[in-house]
């Protein structure tokens, strides 16, 4: 059984930060490629930013390119996005997935990620 934990959503104003944070646990061996995505009411599931396996590799939607960064602690199995400048379009549940496939580049599409957290909740105040 894999596990995938978010943590670190929360209200801030427009213009601060949130540092989000996925620890995956489980029996299968680790490191896991992961994906960040977000999903606003009424909208669908979106990729925002993903890391590979090997932390050679990471990829950003456009809108969050200069402003978010992912990274890895290998060690702690976490992966962390760290959201700068935040506006109200960012608004959103985050929800973390692993890949277990190791691929040298990072999938963007949901059905290529194997396990899911619960996500959690970034509201950004105007």
């Known amino acids: 059984q894999v596990q995938v934990v978010e943590s670190g959503g929360g209200l801030v104003q427009a213009g601060g930060s949130l540092r989000l944070s996925c620890v995956v646990s489980?029996?299968?061996?680790?490191?896991?490629?992961i994906g960040w995505f977000r999903q606003a009411p009424g909208e669908e599931r979106l990729f925002v930013a993903g890391?590979?396996?090997?932390?050679?590799?990471?990829f950003y939607e456009e809108s969050v390119k200069g402003r978010f960064t992912i990274s890895r602690d290998n060690a702690k199995n976490t992966v962390y996005l760290q959201m700068n400048r935040l506006n109200a379009e960012d608004t959103a549940v985050y929800y973390c997935a692993a890949d277990e496939w190791k691929r040298p580049n990072v999938a963007t599409r949901k059905l290529n990620y194997d396990y899911w957290g619960q996500g959690t909740q970034v509201t950004i105040s105007s």
């Open positions: 489980g029996r299968t061996p680790s490191p896991y490629a």
């Open positions: 890391i590979n396996w090997a932390d050679t590799a990471t």
